[in-house]
């Protein structure tokens, strides 16, 4: 590192530790959503067999997200072991961005899990979790670009192929989920069935990083 | 570590500072189970001493369930520090399978000490709190069994037969949950009891790990 | 170490995080113990400005308890930094029950702040008060004592005056915070003086330690 | 470090994490603020379209809120990474008052979001806003002048005027919230604008650490 950076870049251990205690409790507050039922609930629902039973959509709900948000983590995970090599404070601001989209997503979830089921609102629910589902793609690509822009943040050995190959895939993530969300509209079904085709692809693991063999690693 | 590997294996430490923020927060979420009451509560229930000793299975369910993740919390540990040596992104996923079982945990527990005491519901509370105890189970054979695939992710120095008592301990705890469930039908106190024998058998440490002498850490 | 310990005593950054995360949960439910109000309550109170200036209670509750908890934090990070070197599932266990009563004080306090007002309801007020004060102090006891059994998990070259001054000042807590709960019942006056003196004792540094000189370290 | 120290200072890693959880929850909190709507509201709103367009402030406030918590954090960063070296008892109960205020934001900020919509309330939710954000600035201003009294703290290598120009910005920050403050009572469209342009401000990334050519760091 050259001396004139001293000072402006920042260990990355730090944003990892604050960026794992927010996916942490995110995804743990999904578990919030499941409300507990009042025993007026309950009897009303037939005794509370009925009334656990009834609430599957709840479970389903539960099951996907926490699973999507898990596997952002687990991207994270990836792209600070492999293409991120430290960080500033602008940098810091755009993982804040990020993780605002992924706190934003018990919300998304919640209101999807509660109006589902019932046709009259089924649109605007599905539109609502469409949102949640696409809003964290672009910080992403923030975060990529930012961090590429002359090599100051990632490992300089990455070959500019290798990185070229992440914003496609990241370009074609933000697509498909503009897409389901513009189906939510009016077909909300399509951007269901999308979305949880979407989930499958993404339990693929990410691509191993590609060298340049002739580069040097400026940041060590 | 051989080269192709590159890319494909991720250090656990990120695994273990998220599984142990999601831990902490299901843990603490326990508490959020026990209600405030409002004015009228109290003065209904005789007074605030009358209402807080009123609510004693609150307590109970609060001590035994915080043990139980805790116990949970304190074989993940011992598991990534003597067994699990590196992670990818499809163990991951398995990581997050089991973490999603563990903070559906509160929901299973409020709803057994919200309705436990009302005998028209015991029986579904306690198969509630009975898939509750189960459900993390399957996750972690899950993770031995991968993680053990060739090897792949496992100290390689652990003998056969060491490996081969964890996964018959874990086939003996998945029996001892679905028979406590399968009672919780019609004999909720029998599930009860299994339960809490099982709990106090908890207490007993994980096994130290045997070691074949004559192997080499492919890992390091 | 000696060989016959291996998979026996675990490393300590684990219950370090995980304890971190309790803690750091913990201090920040306190907020949501401060409600926001609904329109009709604001109303009610003749205005925001006067609904806000109203629930004083709350914020003096919130800063002593949030102080509490921190100081109860720092002296964990004085403990495992300088007293305790190591684990075991035992010692994790005893570790989870001291959680279990730090997590208990956002009820308690929850309890006080609510009813502490209210003349008819201020002894059991200031009683559960007293007892979310009073309970993590047997735990850190058997912490101590478990830890310094053969020095199993202490670092050895403590000196055993050093250690004899600890339980002399964790006895003396448990015993003022016994008498402070012994009057809740009847001069609770008297309970909230005594815990707002120790609250102001507590803001001392804990002692530095002291060594044997010619000790050795085994745990190295 | 001299050997009467020893026993005095604490390693910072532990502070770190704590806080970097506070953080983490207090940030991820503020999405409980938007509420989700039970199916009477929606209906009364027109439609659930409707409802989540109509909340529109509420994604406002947790925009800004979520940044300036951010903010707040990534500054936290660089200070222990540039400025403070070591802690002790005392120096985490200033870190914990600190932590206080952060936590604190959750609160004014739903308050702020539920009335200032309401022209009758909009004064008091303003001042209420005002004062979240005024309070985590002088724990800071408190942290650093303890840390820097005889370097007790800090690296000894940083040089005055780099410490002062800090004090200075600080200073400003107090002056700035407090008349945003002072303002809110009769005009709070005057506050909401100073804080706006503050929290521009506050992209700007913290200093770059300044140090004396002949100085040695004595805490190594």
Known sequence: MENKDKGTYLKKDRLEMF??????????????????????????????????????PSYVTYFITFFMIGIYWSNHHWLFEFIIKRTNHFFNMLNILFLMTIAFMPFTTAIFGDFVMDEEY????????????????????????????RKRLIDPRLSASFMKKQIIKLTASVTIA????????????????MILVTFVMFFLPPDAPEYDDNSIDITK
Do not use: C
Request: net charge negative.
């Open 122 to 149: 089924r649109n605007a629910a599905t539109t609502a979790y469409s949102i949640g589902v696409l809003l964290p793609v672009p910080p992403v690509i923030f975060i990529f670009l930012y961090a590429m822009h």
């Open 178 to 193: 503009s897409v389901a969300l513009a189906f939510s509209f009016n077909y909300p079904m399509v951007s269901i069935i």
């Open 19 to 56: 960026t794992d205690g927010v996916f942490a409790i995110a995804i743990t507050l999904l578990i919030l959503e499941i409300k507990i039922p009042k025993h007026e609930q309950v009897h009303e629902a037939g005794g509370l067999y009925n009334y656990l039973l009834h609430i599957w």
